[in-house]
């Protein structure tokens, strides 16, 4: 294996880890939100995952990896139309807060990653990652967003959506072992 | 005397000739009915039903489903995120993709297992009873 491809695939490990850490950050401190900032930290999860399917679409020419992150990008948009027509319905606006801006840098940092790879090790990464990453928002959505609502239809639309959220972790755990 | 008995006598027997002959009448004109009715109800012809899958929650509900030959299956999507129902295990009929609020209504001739392609750990079965 070159240095290139050690270092790569320490970094992705690393970033895995982060994102581990980041979970368990958010459940051992418990930020306290308000329900407009738990709806940005709705939308901004969805968002990040539409960011990352869509780099798979430009990177990838793996068929299963191109279906699963079409469905990621369409299935994800659904969601944030929901949040965003339930917000309008509300008159919340959506505010920004640590848990958001922590998953931004964390997106930022995975996009890069993505970017630097291409072939079965850019599919590799991906489809990792789509497990990391769900696990981590579904914990958050079930010990912080859900626990932590006030608007009973807020609260209820995050548990609506945390079976897709369970659906698309097992899709990527199927995937997970093809690559 | 004797000729007005022969005369009641005979009444007699032309009553009783007629309430026979209007017994005949009507045995004879509902047995060929009864027998009609007997050979068209057979073995009794079933009416197909119609049963309805609900898509919700990432799950088909219920996820089996029990019918008999002809039935028909209405597949509703009342989940948030767009669905299929695709035939397993060698996709050979499949519907369009259902949008949440659509259905998908088949007609179904043989048990068969099926998926949403779109969320491969979506199952369902269809068991069409013998």
Same mark, same amino acid.
């Given at each position: 294996?070159?240095?290139?491809?050690?270092?790569?695939?320490?970094?992705?490990?690393?970033?895995?880890?982060?994102?581990?850490?980041?979970?368990?950050?958010?459940?051992?401190?418990?930020?306290?939100l308000t329900d407009p900032e738990i709806a940005s930290v709705a939308v901004?999860?969805?968002?990040?995952?539409?960011?990352?399917?869509?780099?798979?679409?430009?990177? *990838?020419?793996?068929?299963?990896?191109?279906?699963?992150?079409?469905?990621?990008?369409?299935? +994800?948009? &659904? =969601? @944030?139309?929901?949040a965003v027509a339930l917000v309008t319905k509300l008159k919340v606006t959506p505010k920004?807060?640590?848990?958001?801006?922590?998953?931004?840098?964390?997106?930022?940092?995975?996009?890069?990653?993505?970017?630097?790879? *291409?072939?079965?090790?850019?599919?590799?990464?991906?489809?990792?990652?789509?497990?990391?990453? +769900?696990? &981590? =928002? @579904?914990?958050?959505?079930?010990?912080?967003?859900?626990?932590?609502s006030q608007n009973?239809e807020l609260k209820?639309l995050?548990?609506?959506?945390?079976?897709?959220?369970?659906?698309?972790?097992?899709?990527?755990?199927?995937?997970?072992?093809?690559? | 005397?004797?000729?007005?008995?022969?005369?009641?006598?005979?009444?007699?027997?032309?009553?009783?000739?007629?309430?026979?002959?209007?017994?005949?009448?009507?045995?004879?004109?509902?047995?060929?009915?009864?027998?009609?009715?007997?050979?068209?109800?057979?073995?009794?012809?079933?009416?197909?039903?119609?049963?309805?899958?609900?898509?919700?929650?990432?799950?088909?509900?219920?996820?089996?489903?029990?019918?008999?030959?002809?039935?028909?299956?209405?597949?509703?999507?009342?989940?948030?995120?767009?669905?299929?129902?695709?035939?397993?295990?060698?996709?050979?009929?499949?519907?369009?993709?259902?949008?949440?609020?659509?259905?998908?209504?088949?007609?179904?001739?043989?048990?068969?297992?099926?998926?949403?392609?779109?969320?491969?750990?979506?199952?369902?079965?269809?068991?069409?009873?013998?």
């Amino acid at each position: 294996m070159s240095l290139t491809k050690s270092f790569k695939k320490a970094s992705f490990s690393l970033l895995i880890c982060s994102a581990l850490f980041s979970t368990s950050v958010f459940s051992q401190t418990k930020p306290q939100l308000t329900d407009p900032e738990i709806a940005s930290v709705a939308v901004t999860a969805n968002q990040v995952d539409i960011g990352n399917a869509k780099i798979a679409m430009a990177r *990838s020419k793996d068929s299963s990896i191109l279906q699963f992150a079409e469905t990621m990008k369409r299935d +994800h948009q &659904a =969601v @944030i139309d929901q949040a965003v027509a339930l917000v309008t319905k509300l008159k919340v606006t959506p505010k920004d807060n640590p848990v958001s801006q922590k998953l931004l840098a964390d997106a930022a940092k995975t996009k890069k990653m993505l970017e630097s790879l *291409s072939g079965k090790a850019f599919n590799k990464a991906y489809i990792d990652n789509e497990v990391v990453y +769900h696990k &981590a =928002v @579904i914990s958050v959505i079930e010990t912080v967003l859900i626990p932590e609502s006030q608007n009973a239809e807020l609260k209820g639309l995050l548990q609506k959506v945390l079976p897709a959220f369970h659906a698309h972790l097992e899709h990527a755990e199927m995937l997970q072992k093809n690559y | 005397m004797l000729i007005l008995n022969m005369l009641r006598c005979c009444k007699k027997i032309i009553n009783l000739n007629l309430r026979i002959c209007l017994l005949g009448i009507l045995a004879g004109s509902f047995l060929p009915l009864a027998f009609l009715n007997s050979c068209a109800s057979g073995p009794e012809k079933r009416v197909p039903e119609t049963h309805t899958i609900v898509i919700s929650a990432m799950q088909f509900s219920p996820a089996e489903l029990t019918l008999q030959r002809g039935d028909t299956v209405i597949f509703l999507n009342k989940d948030l995120v767009v669905h299929d129902i695709t035939q397993l295990p060698d996709k050979s009929w499949s519907s369009s993709n259902l949008s949440p609020g659509q259905s998908f209504r088949m007609a179904v001739g043989s048990s068969t297992d099926y998926y949403c392609s779109i969320h491969p750990t979506m199952k369902g079965r269809l068991l069409v009873q013998p």
